[in-house]
């Protein structure tokens, strides 16, 4: 079969009888036993499953095999969260809600997909499939090179600081988080609950919109004619330093296919309070994690990675007044992002990451253009469109008004059934 179909394509084909519930699923054993070896995207598979419930066969995801992010709580798979092995569990007693969800909409397991310890900042094995040498992103490095190396259509991951669009920007593909909140994080360890956001990875727009629509059961999500009337305002967060080449091309290449599209470019000034909330999603992020963790901090401080303890150690040092401080500027900004959005644009357009994925694997890159966005909460879709000098992906990001996640993929998706050449 033809594993880059979307997934609608494959609904069809099970339809009409050209293709077998498990078809996808033994496709993708295929592909992991080629590449695995050099890509490193797995933590844990799952063995092949019996006969398929016939009673799901109108669900949009049946038979679409799926990696889960390895902080993510299943009952018939281990979690080790990053660890390496000293933190680990055979199983747990019941899945995390996303796991039933997506089972209920007809969705294979195929695995959990390698995240660097406890979704942070220590790397795991895992390579970029674009070029072995360099880190795939994090921390939802597996998810992302999984879905990027054709091992599965869909993966899962979660965003705390920058980790669902950086890795999809380094690996070339759609990654999308939704709204805080969307989807329940019930059954994920958390990190800084005021901030993770589960998120998904496909290879094609269609895919994540068909996804969005089974978990939230929105209406199915269609392109427009056109981006006629659509506002496009440009801004990264923070707007210094100046950004990198490659990345200023990709927005330039992005702006330009919005605007053939029909988009309308708006002169987009966001004013010193919006550069704030990059240090704001640090002091929120560093004192959570020290409460999350502390359990885990207080028993395997000595074989934790020294970047994790740096922060449970920097979040136990902040008072609970700059915690709070933090917190109270998210929720202003947030009402004034709204009215921004309300009054002068529909989406904005900004960096995913600083550049191509570096070379190594010991760092996953800096989540700096996506702290600002993650703490106000708002819906972020990476778009795969350009590739630096070197010819490694290089992504932009489409963001939108909170819970207007069904109109930013409906233009992400208008967007992309447009053949406008590069």
Same mark, same amino acid.
């Given at each position: 079969m033809n594993q880059d179909m979307t997934i609608d394509a494959y609904q069809a084909a099970?339809?009409?009888?050209?293709a077998k519930p498990l078809d996808w699923w033994h496709a993708c054993i295929l592909h992991i036993d080629q590449r695995e070896a050099e890509v490193q995207a797995w933590e844990a598979l799952a063995e092949a499953p019996g006969a398929l419930d016939e009673r799901l066969a109108e669900r949009p995801l049946y038979g679409v095999p799926v990696g889960l992010k390895d902080i993510i709580e299943t009952v018939d798979l281990p979690t080790r969260w990053g660890t390496?092995?000293?933190?680990?569990?055979?199983g747990a007693l019941v899945d995390a809600a996303l796991v039933t969800l997506l089972k209920e909409q007809g969705a294979l397991i195929r695995g959990k997909t390698v995240s660097t310890e406890f979704a942070y900042f220590t790397s795991g094995k895992t390579r970029n499939p674009h070029d072995l040498t360099r880190t795939p992103g994090g921390s939802s490095s597996g998810s992302a090179a999984a879905v990027a190396d054709g091992m599965v259509p869909?993966?899962?991951? !979660?965003? !705390?600081?920058?980790?669902?669009?950086?890795?999809?920007?380094?690996?070339?593909v759609f990654g999308f988080k939704p709204t805080f909140d969307t989807v329940s994080a019930a059954g994920v360890k958390s990190f800084a609950p005021s901030l993770d956001t589960l998120g998904w990875f496909a290879r094609h727009i269609e895919d994540i919109c068909t996804t969005y629509s089974a978990l939230t059961r929105a209406a199915h999500i269609t392109p427009l004619e056109s981006l006629a009337g659509v506002r496009v305002g440009v801004h990264s967060l923070p707007s210094e330093p100046p950004l990198g080449a490659d990345v200023e091309r990709a927005l330039v290449h992005a702006l330009a296919r919005l605007e053939q599209a029909?988009?309308?470019?708006?002169?987009l000034v966001l004013d010193a309070r919006y550069e704030a909330l990059v240090e704001h999603q640090k002091v929120v992020m560093a004192y959570e994690a020290a409460q999350t963790l502390a359990s885990e @901090?207080?028993?395997?401080?000595?074989?934790?990675?020294?970047?994790?303890?740096?922060?449970?150690?920097?979040?136990?040092?902040?008072?609970?007044?700059?915690?709070?401080?933090?917190?109270?500027?998210?929720?202003?900004?947030?009402?004034?992002?709204?009215?921004?959005f309300d009054e002068q644009v529909d989406v904005i357009l900004a960096?995913?990451?600083?550049?191509?994925?570096?070379?190594?694997?010991?760092? !996953?890159?800096?989540?700096? @253009?996506?702290?600002?966005? !993650?703490?106000?909460?708002?819906?972020?879709l990476n778009l795969p469109l350009s590739h630096g000098t070197d010819g490694m992906?290089?992504?932009?990001?489409?963001?939108?008004?909170?819970?207007q996640d069904a109109r930013l993929l409906q233009i992400a998706r208008t967007l992309m059934s447009r053949e406008v050449s590069a």
């Open positions: 099970l339809a009409e009888d050209r390496r092995g000293y933190l680990h569990s055979d869909l993966a899962f991951g !979660t965003q !705390t600081a920058g980790s669902m669009i950086r890795p999809a920007s380094f690996c070339g029909g988009a309308v470019l708006v002169p @901090y207080a028993r395997f401080a000595k074989q934790m990675g020294p970047k994790l303890v740096e922060l449970i150690e920097e979040g136990r040092a902040l008072s609970h007044a700059r915690y709070l401080e933090a917190r109270r500027a998210a929720d202003a900004m947030q009402q004034a992002l709204s009215g921004v960096a995913s990451a600083l550049g191509v994925a570096p070379e190594g694997i010991e760092a !996953t890159g800096d989540p700096i @253009y996506c702290r600002a966005w !993650t703490l106000l909460g708002v819906p972020c992906p290089v992504g932009v990001q489409l963001v939108a008004n909170r819970w």
